[in-house]
């Protein structure tokens, strides 16, 4: 079998089995697929608000095969193969992300990108409550309680499904750097390898994550890239590294010292300018807002300095050469297209008008006065709709595709009850 997939809004893969002997069909004339299957909310379900449905049939549109994502996947059984599919549609993300890109193609810049992503292990059993729990190790038996930051101890009791993804990661091209013990019970994070095609790096980070759930699946685990699955620890995030080549390969970030050139910080000028605008794409959903805590990994306020993790921004230190930013703010739980073209198209609307940033933030971001990330789901999304910006970057269309599957998204939890709520209120009053 062939497992043939687009990636919609939320970043879920939606597609459909083939048998081996159709995929050659693929390959030549596309597989069609609803033009909403690009648009759901997060449980699968229809998004009026899109447009997508009554008000056009529900027509199809054709899928053409992302060239060399045809993998096999060697987490299962029986041999299966994938392809990763697209569209020529606005509602693609891969094409938001695209469009984005042939602006930075009209400048004759080529941005360099990669991605470090953080996700859990999980017991494959929830506990008694039906809340994920960490896992047992599979040495021990005993279950990871405590954070172990950086800890060799920590990835050696998982040593078997951590040296499968790496050797899955091998197998499907995507070239994943190093493996780190972070800041929660069975909590890792996986660098990816910058690539000059910001595309690629999108499709290596969605690719990633199915190789890490494959993975922990065939090792009697689960695997969650949710930003906060547990209210009590670390939640888990999405850092974008990235520099921006100019039309002779040079570094435009680079300066004649560890401060940057000019273009650094007009791009950090726009990401900062912008960074409330894009934060419903860069925290897409309600569990993402749990993230940002004063004192955590995460950041809480609009801020940019020179190796400093405490602010949304950050120049790491590095040869000069390398110079770049990396951008804090997005969860794991992010579509890897679209926080990429808000991200870049950010940092190109700083360098095209030029805009300054304030003095960089020395010590704790958390303490100093600067405007604060929205931190409501709702007021993000309002910040969003009345956005150019995002006119301008994602498209109008898009926009109003993203606030409907949002919207219905956020309108549907509203009207759940949760067992927190039962507990506090049920019996007592």
Known sequence: MVEAFIVDVNGVLRGKWIPRKSVNKIFESGMRLPHSAFAPDIWGNNVPGTGLITQTGDNDGVCFVVPDSLKAMPWLGRPTAQVMLGMEFFGDPRQVLARVLSLYKKEGLVPVVAAELEFYLLDSKPDERGAPQPPRSPRTGKRALAAQTFGIGEAGEFRKTLSDINR?????????????????????????????????????????????????????????????????????????????????????????????????????????????????????????????????????????????????????????????????????????????????????????KKINPPPPVKGSAYAVKAHTLPTVWKSALTIFESSKFIDRFLGRDYKKLYLACKRQEKSLLTRQVSSVEHDAYLRDI
Not at 278 to 301: D, E, I
């Open 168 to 352: 899955f990661c091998r197998e499907q091209d995507i070239p994943a750097d190093t493996t780190i013990s972070e800041n929660g019970p069975g909590q890792y994070e996986i660098n990816l390898c910058h690539v000059p095609d910001a595309l690629l790096a999108a499709d290596h980070a969605v690719l990633m994550k199915r190789v890490v759930k494959g993975a922990a699946q065939q090792n009697g685990m689960g695997a969650t890239f949710m930003a906060k699955p547990y209210g009590d620890k670390s939640g888990s995030g999405m850092h974008v590294h990235f520099s921006i080549l100019d039309k002779k390969g040079h570094n435009i970030f680079a300066g004649k010292n560890a401060k940057g050139s000019p273009a650094l910080r007009h791009a950090i000028g726009g990401l900062l300018a912008t960074m409330a605008e894009s934060m419903a794409v860069l925290a897409p959903n309600a569990n993402s807002y749990r993230r940002f805590q004063s004192g955590s990994a995460a950041p809480t306020k609009i801020t940019w300095g020179y190796d400093n993790r405490s602010t949304a921004l950050r120049v790491p230190e590095s040869d000069l050469t390398a110079t770049r930013i990396e951008h804090r703010v997005c969860g794991a739980d992010v579509n890897p297209y679209l926080a990429l073209a808000v991200i870049l198209g950010g940092a190109l609307y700083g360098i095209k």
